[in-house]
């Protein structure tokens, strides 16, 4: 049995000066020290030798294997450098030549925007809230003081989803704004509550340069004791001059929308022309921003909160035609058509 360990390990060493190739090494190695390997089959033949005869030819085996083993780890580095050589003369790579360049992506404008408008309202002390872009009737206008035979019902051409009807809550549409989350979230909250809800919502407009039946819009809803629109105009007058990194004016327009009472349309002094008058603003110096309000007393009855103890405002902006006017965005097609043009600007 020693003789035939000898003889294997000279044959092994042989080889291994022999191979000139990784492909060649391997099947030596599994020749000589795979499962079904010589030195394999000379460990599973000990059962039949006496005790002493293990103990000895089981320890030669063993420590053959293990000089093997290092042997052939050192041959196949050896070889595999001497073959990566022979293949990068073959090819004459250039080591020294500008690896490829990765393509780093684009964060899309009203992303980049809505981030923004969370940020500087999270220093103000709102919180963000998400909601179902798939609504039910009831949140998405009865809730918000637009019942079935309201004419404000006429305002919003909607799509409505093709499935039976509820019997509190009414059919499914997709959200025409994202004023739903004001029920939802006075339901869930309770008083006092600072929120803005942004998202998208969906109205089936005939599309144009500035309407599209997708686009994005944020909610603000403020409740708690003695609130008043001072408040609102405060609030709107921070964010926007924080927004644009100037001071900014707002003035208030009465407006109709029927979840407020009153109800307002906030403008902002035109960013174009420094308030002095420019085709933008149609020489007023003023450009429409949003419409707001304090809240109406059934919807807060709606969201479970006493009206007679506390008061709140509400408002909702365009975030689609705020990023339009941000960056000076002549289509909102472009905000999701998919052009690549569009957003590698930005």
Request: hydrophobic share 35%; charged share 30%.
């Amino acid at each position: 049995m020693d003789d035939k360990l000898k003889k294997l390990e000279s044959a092994a060493l042989k080889a291994l000066k022999e191979a000139s190739s990784p492909d060649e090494l391997k099947n030596l190695e599994k020749k000589f020290l795979g499962k079904s390997g010589e030195i394999t089959g000379i460990l599973k033949g000990l059962a039949s030798l006496s005790i002493e005869e293990k103990k000895s030819i089981g320890k030669a085996a063993n420590d053959l294997k293990k000089t093997l083993a290092a042997k052939f780890k050192n041959c196949c580095n050896k070889i595999e450098m001497e073959h990566l050589n022979k293949t990068l003369e073959s090819d004459e790579i250039d080591l020294s030549a500008p690896g490829r360049k990765h393509h780093i992506g684009h964060i899309h404008p009203i992303a980049q925007t809505q981030e923004e408008v969370e940020r500087i309202f999270g220093q103000m002390g709102f919180t963000v809230i998400d909601g179902p872009e798939v609504e039910s009737e009831y949140y998405n206008f009865e809730g918000l003081n637009i019942p079935a035979h309201h004419p404000a019902r006429d305002m919003q051409d909607t799509f409505f989803i093709d499935k039976a009807a509820d019997k509190k809550e009414g059919r499914l549409v997709l959200r025409t704004h994202t004023s739903p989350n004001q029920v939802r979230t006075m339901e869930k909250y309770g008083a006092p509550l600072r929120i803005i809800v942004p998202g998208r919502t969906f109205r089936n407009e005939a599309t144009d340069a500035s309407h599209e039946h997708t686009f994005d819009q944020v909610e603000g809803l403020m409740i708690d004791e003695n609130i008043s629109i001072s408040h609102l105009k405060g609030v709107m007058q921070e964010f926007l001059s924080r927004l644009f990194d100037k001071e900014m004016k707002v003035r208030f327009r009465p407006g109709y929308f029927p979840f407020v009472e009153p109800g307002i349309e906030l403008d902002m002094s035109c960013i174009f022309c420094e308030s002095k008058g420019c085709k933008v603003c149609k020489k007023t110096g003023w450009i429409e921003f949003m419409g707001c309000g304090m809240v109406h007393p059934n919807v807060l009855k709606a969201g479970g909160i006493d009206s007679e103890k506390y008061q709140g405002w509400a408002f909702g902006f365009g975030l689609t035609r705020l990023v339009m006017m941000r960056y000076g965005i002549n289509d909102i097609r472009h905000l999701t058509g998919g052009d690549l043009r569009i957003l590698n600007q930005f």
